[in-house]
């Protein structure tokens, strides 16, 4: 059974740091490519960044020069560096797992299968 649990979120003022986490149980991470959404109140769904299996990457242009996603296969983990936090960033972030479809689908949410709950992050000015 394949489980995502996202960690690393909460409140910071604006300008500020956090790295989200995202460990993996119940599948091997290598294979497929990863993702991180979020939902902000009264918005819709966004994909923010994507990594597909060797490392290729696709960032939101909302937080380009400011979000680095990577991963660590060998800790089956998934992270996301975020970095002059904005306000408008406030949102839940919920990271997902599914087949590599390329790189220009890294930021489509129907590339992806597994989501998990998602971890809350607060930006206030």
């Known amino acids: 059974q394949v489980q995502l649990l996202e960690s690393g979120g909460g409140s910071v003022q604006a300008g500020g740091s956090l790295r989200l986490s995202c460990a993996a149980s119940?599948?091997?991470?290598?294979?497929?490519?990863l993702g991180w959404f979020r939902q902000g109140p009264g918005k819709e769904p966004e994909g923010v960044a994507g990594?597909?299996?060797?490392?290729?990457?696709n960032t939101a242009e909302s937080v380009k020069g400011r979000f680095t996603i990577s991963r660590d296969n060998a800790k089956n983990t998934l992270y996301l560096r975020m970095s002059s936090l904005k306000p408008e960033d406030t949102a839940t972030y919920y990271c997902a797992l599914g087949a590599n479809r390329g790189h220009g689908r890294l930021l489509k949410s129907e590339t992806y299968v597994h989501w998990g709950q998602g971890t809350q992050v607060t930006v206030s000015s």
């Open positions: 119940g599948y091997t991470y290598s294979d497929y490519s």
């Open positions: 990594i597909d299996p060797i490392g290729g990457r």
